[in-house]
């Protein structure tokens, strides 16, 4: 069992940028893929980003590229999600997934273990 916790939400201007942390309660192996996905108000859950836990590479959707870059701190057990000129339409719940694997998933569906959540704001 895999249990994750998001920190780092908030309310920030447009153009601004927040730092998303997503802490694993036990020491994640090599065989993981890590997401961050966001869910708006009577919106889907979609795709932001993921990171494989072994090798690093990472996956990005349209809206975020070039904005957002996701790592990961093999020490600290930890993923992270950093967020640079953020715009109002970024505004959402924002969530950390994990799931067994070596390739990066853009649904969902697919992921096995979630956090709580972790609000972002961004005001125009």
């Known amino acids: 069992q895999v249990r994750l916790v998001e920190s780092g939400g908030g309310l920030v201007q447009a153009g601004g940028s927040l730092r998303l942390s997503c802490a694993a309660s036990?020491?994640?192996?090599?065989?993981?893929?890590m997401g961050w996905f966001r869910q708006a108000p009577g919106k889907e859950r979609e795709f932001v980003a993921a990171?494989?836990?072994?090798?690093?590479?990472?996956d990005y959707a349209d809206s975020v590229k070039g904005r957002f870059t996701i790592s990961r701190d093999s020490a600290k057990n930890t993923v992270y999600v950093q967020m640079n000129s953020l715009k109002p339409e970024d505004t959402a719940v924002y969530y950390c997934?994990?799931?067994?694997?070596?390739?990066?998933?853009?649904?969902?569906?697919?992921?096995?273990?979630w956090g709580q959540g972790t609000q972002v704001t961004v005001s125009s």
């Open positions: 997934a994990a799931r067994p694997g070596y390739a990066i998933a853009k649904s969902h569906r697919v992921y096995d273990y």
């Open positions: 036990i020491r994640l192996l090599s065989g993981y893929v």
């Open positions: 990171i494989t836990w072994s090798g690093g590479t990472t």
